[in-house]
């Protein structure tokens, strides 16, 4: 049976839109999908009882929509996926096969997650370096804190990638991702991520920044992304003797920012 190349969620059981979601790649058991910003991945309890991309599939798996069947999974659990507010790889494992073994991997550190966002260049770091500051989850506040004494191990390596005027691409690498890692870490490194708003304030890219002089001849300055520039890129890994590379593209926002930036240098 054919692994579809994409599939579909109806109005109303992901967002008040019908949602299309890339395939990215399939296995016995397992598959990774695209995960579109502003969709949840799995329960948690920040969430407040938000439909995810989980509880989609298994509703539609229920229903035995043939796309969702054609997946080969017969009970999808969550491996890994980025938070609502972040786009990109997410994987899913078959509960009665192979998501212990998944699951097994990940926890013993046999995978790198490397993510990519843009971010302010002022009072940011000239390179990058290493984050390691230990995080705790706040679940009355619903956000992720830095606690010496609370913290779980977490390490993050920036790499700075071009600089595109008052911006500049960022890769963050991990071997194990925590819960709003990347923006916990990167707030603590002076790396103000373009949408964030959430542990801290960065405003977002405008049309003023894509232009040499950083103004425009006509018209009103307006940003061009509504969400956080913050993506899952590429995860590789090794499961059960097998080396697994997933990589996703540039969402359509992301991937016009990056555009429209490189075009003002």
Request: with cysteine.
């Amino acid at each position: 049976m054919d692994v579809p190349t994409s599939i579909g969620f109806p109005l109303g059981l992901l967002a008040e839109e019908p949602v299309r979601v890339a395939v990215l790649a399939a296995g016995p058991g397992w598959v990774a999908l695209d995960k579109p910003a502003g969709v949840a991945f799995d329960d948690h309890p920040w969430q407040q009882n938000a439909p995810t991309l989980v509880g989609g599939l298994r509703v539609q798996l229920e229903q035995g929509k043939a796309e969702i069947v054609r997946l080969g999974l017969k009970e999808p659990g969550a491996v890994f996926g980025p938070e609502p507010e972040t786009a990109g790889i997410a994987l899913l494992a078959d509960r009665t096969t192979v998501l212990a073994a998944w699951r097994e991997a990940l926890g013993s550190g046999a995978f790198v997650f490397r993510f990519e966002f843009i971010a302010r260049t002022e009072d940011a770091p000239a390179e990058g370096g290493l984050c390691d500051l230990p995080l705790a989850m706040d679940d009355a506040e619903r956000r992720a804190v830095v606690s010496h004494k609370h913290g779980k191990l977490a390490t993050t390596r920036f790499e700075a990638g071009r600089a595109c005027g008052r911006w500049r691409i960022w890769t963050a690498h991990t071997p194990f991702h925590r819960r709003d890692q990347i923006r916990v870490h990167a707030a603590e490194a002076g790396l103000r991520i373009a949408g964030e708003l959430k542990y801290g304030r960065s405003g977002r890219v405008t049309l003023t920044d894509t232009t040499p002089k950083g103004r425009l001849n006509k018209g009103e300055d307006k940003p061009l992304h509504r969400g956080l520039l913050l993506r899952l890129a590429e995860v590789e890994g090794t499961v059960a003797g097998e080396r697994i590379k997933l990589v996703a593209p540039r969402p359509d926002d992301f991937a016009t920012v990056v555009k429209r930036l490189s075009k003002g240098l």
